[in-house]
């Protein structure tokens, strides 16, 4: 498996001075599905949308698909392989109809109207979306509805690479576990930032643990998500499905181990 995502001793600020995330290093491969935790203000939004390439001006490195982040040229390719589905979905749904919102990338893509047509359809089969969606106004569908468009729209653009962003945060029981099934169909890597960790354990295989900007562990999902004293001392819990075993055996274990940080050169 080939590195997809390198992200070596980044630091980011917002402009007005807020520093949001601090020496963070880890690599991603293809293929992988990473879910990203932490309490509220830990920072997964802001790494996503820096992924995304819609953050500059931060320190370090970043490389998605060996487009350096840095580079204006960088953050403009990455699009092509990358897509972001925002936390809230309705931010990224402009269009007049749900057509014409999931076409709107493989449209700006230059692709032939034959191929976009194809790869809306086949994108709205993938989240369930029947032919009836398609003439809907993307405002007036509730708000699980916009969630699926806007995964179509970014599953249209056949990306290497899913970004997203507490997708569950509207859907009800029913549509998360179709949200497991979609994902389930999309052999794509990902990174899934979530607050619902049943849903990170039904999706993802690795997990990464972020408390204010720092990443504090980077591990197999039922090894980090059932430390107790781990999850405890970043604000989270052990969801309930875990057994009194697996948690007695990832508390003995201990914390995992991370990349080594050698002192970093960009204090932003
Ligand atoms: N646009 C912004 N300008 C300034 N500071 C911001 C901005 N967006 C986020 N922050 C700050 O950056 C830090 C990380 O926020 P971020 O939204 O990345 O957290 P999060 O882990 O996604 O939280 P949540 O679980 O609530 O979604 C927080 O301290 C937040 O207040
Ligand atoms: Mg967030």
């Not at 990203?36 to 931060?58: M, R, V, Y």
């Not at 990902?190 to 720092?214: A, K, Q, W």
Request: glycine share 8%.
């Amino acid at each position: 498996m080939s590195c997809l995502i390198e992200v070596e001793h980044l630091h980011y600020r917002y402009p007005e001075g807020r520093a949001a995330l601090g020496n963070l290093t880890f690599h991603l491969s293809h293929g992988e599905r990473v879910g990203l935790i932490g309490p509220n203000g830990a920072g997964k939004t802001t790494l996503l949308l820096l992924l995304g390439g819609l953050l500059p001006d931060f320190s370090g490195s970043a490389r998605v698909a060996g487009h350096d982040l840095q580079t204006r040229a960088g953050r403009q390719q990455v699009h092509r392989h990358l897509g972001l589905v925002f936390q809230h979905a309705e931010d990224q749904l402009l269009h007049a109809t749900v057509f014409e919102d999931v076409a709107f990338g493989p449209l700006n893509l230059g692709l032939p109207e034959t191929e976009v047509r194809r790869r809306v359809d086949a994108a709205l089969a993938s989240v369930g979306l029947d032919d009836t969606a398609r003439d809907r106004v993307p405002f007036h569908l509730s708000a699980g509805e916009q969630r699926r468009v806007a995964i179509a729209g970014v599953v249209a653009m056949a990306p290497q690479v899913l970004l997203l962003d507490e997708p569950t945060s509207d859907l009800d029981p029913r549509g998360r576990r179709e949200l497991v099934r979609i994902l389930e169909g999309l052999p794509i890597t990902r990174i899934i930032s979530s607050h619902n960790l049943e849903f990170v354990l039904d999706t993802c295989d690795r997990v990464l643990l972020l408390d204010e900007g720092r990443l504090v562990a980077d591990g197999p999902v039922r090894r980090v998500l059932a430390n107790e004293p781990l999850m405890l001392r970043h604000g989270l819990e052990v969801p309930s499905c875990l057994s009194a075993a697996e948690r007695h055996e990832a508390t003995l274990a201990g914390p995992l181990p991370l990349p080594v940080p050698h002192v970093h050169p960009h204090p932003h």
